[in-house]
Structure formats: structure tokens, C-alpha cells
């Protein structure tokens, strides 16, 4: 019978008093890191948007005139920045769709980019030969080319048909510092250098954004989820750091547990908040239902009558 063997420091392994010193026994991952997540719309466009400006970094080195050179290093830097801002563009505008309710970018990134680009474009262009006229026209070119692949950033915010404006955007803020919480706690857990928390983490985030996801639905949960999204999501934050600076230092696995077990705790309070907000939800709509039924039934007696 095959068995697995790891040593003390495995990252998926844990030791176990009743056997030897070298051998471990694995704990089966519950929930794939991969759940939930899907794969980055242009992914391959942007990666060649970062891969193309190596190649103008290699062909500027070849100039023999100083200022030739210095404006083809400009142009390169240019496209590093316009691909830099065109992923952080897909990535805010990924997040936007998701979200039922949600305030535009602050700052156009993919809008940005699709400039940074251009000019980027244009001064290659312009360096060495000094033609203006041309380096223009291809950066114009460029920045089309690159508004027409990627499209233009979110320019409306997200609302909810029938909710007023100040209801939508507090609830769009609350969500907005939720993710941020969110953020820290993933940041953190990245120092405790184990990928099996890591994924556990992410778990619960996923489980923490059903909640976000029924709170942009019903806004009028809002109100019981405050507490959830607010203290309770802070405080799992401040834990996380904790337990990421402590286990860090001495790998110390009663910790460890200590922690994976106050995860469990935590992700089964908010689906049960989550849960409890959705049977509310059915439970207004029955009413919504009764009470129409009621008012038609008093309409057809009064109009037989």
C-alpha cells in the first residue's frame, strides 16, 4: 500500500505524535484554490503588451546617436506604463462587472493606456528618422489599435433599478471598504508562506462575497449585514495578521490549527447570515404575495357584488 512521506516542514503535510519524527500525514485540500475563479479577459493580449517593449528595449541600444537613443528608451517606457495601465484597467472593469452595484473607475485606466501606448508608439517612431509627421500618425494609429482590442473603460456607475442614488452609492462604498478588508486579509496571509491557508483564505473570502453579492441585491440587508461587513470582517483581518507574524516566525502548528479552526467558525456565521438574509427574502415576497391575493379576492367580491 503506497503511502505518502514529507518532511517536517511539508507544506501540506502536519506532524503526528504517534508516528516517527519524519513522517507526516497529508491533509486533503477541502476547497480548490482554483474555485470560483476565472481566467483574465486578454491575458494573452496584455502579456504581449509587456513582452513587445523588450524588444524595442533591445533595438534602442543599437543606436549609435545619443539623442536617438534617449527618445527610443522614452517610447519604451511609454509602453511599459500603457501596458501597466491597461491591465490594472481590465482588472477594475472585471471587478465592475461582477458587481451588481458599483461606482465607475476614478481614474480611466484602460483610456490611459491606449495614450501611453500611442505616445510610446510614436516616439519609436519619431527617434532616428525625425519625422513628426509619421511618429503622429503610427502613435494615433497605435492608440486606436489598442482602444478597439481592450474598449473603453466603465463611464457610468452601476445602480439598482428602483433604489435612490444615496442608498446605492452607500451601499457601494460599504462594499467598496469590504474588498479592501478583504485585500489586507489576503496580503497578510501571504506571509505565513503556506499554500493550503492561503486557499483556505480565499474560501472564506468567496463565502464572504455571497454576502456582498445578496446585500447589492436587497438593499435592505444591508442594515443586518453592517455588523458582518464591517467589525466582524475587521476583526478577521487583525486575526489573520496575527496569526501570518507569529506563524511566520516559528511554524508553531497548535497555532496553526487554533486558526484554521477560527476560519470554520467565521465562514459558517456568514453563510449563516447570508442564508438567514435569503429566507427573509422569501419570507417578504410570501407576504408581498398574500397580501396582493387578498386585495384582488376584496376587488372580484366588490365587483360581483
Known sequence: MSKRYGGEFSPTGRRDPARPRESVTAERLEVPSFRGRKPMRHGAKINLLFFLPLIALAAAFTNAEASAMAVDLAGVAALFLGAWLTRDGVRAEDAFDERKVARRPAIPRKLFGAVSTGIGVGLLVWGGNWNAAAGILMGAVAAALHLASFGLDPMKDKRLEGVDRVQTDRIARKIEEAEKVLTEM???????????????????????????????????????????????????????????????????????????AFLDDL????????????????????????VLRERLNRENLRIEG
Open 186 to 260: 489576503t496580503d497578510a496571509i501571504r506571509r505565513a508562506r503556506d499554500r493550503q491557508i492561503e486557499a483556505r483564505v480565499e474560501a472564506f473570502e468567496d463565502t464572504v462575497r455571497q454576502m456582498f453579492r445578496q446585500v447589492e441585491a436587497d438593499p435592505r440587508d444591508l442594515t443586518s449585514a453592517r455588523r458582518y461587513l464591517g467589525v466582524y470582517l475587521q476583526g478577521a483581518r487583525d486575526a489573520t495578521v496575527q496569526f501570518a507574524d507569529l506563524y511566520a516566525r516559528n511554524r508553531d502548528p497548535q497555532v496553526r490549527g487554533d486558526y484554521m
Open 267 to 290: 465562514e459558517t456565521n456568514f453563510a449563516k447570515r447570508t442564508r438567514a438574509m435569503l429566507t427573509d427574502d422569501r419570507s417578504n415576497l410570501d407576504i408581498e404575495i398574500e
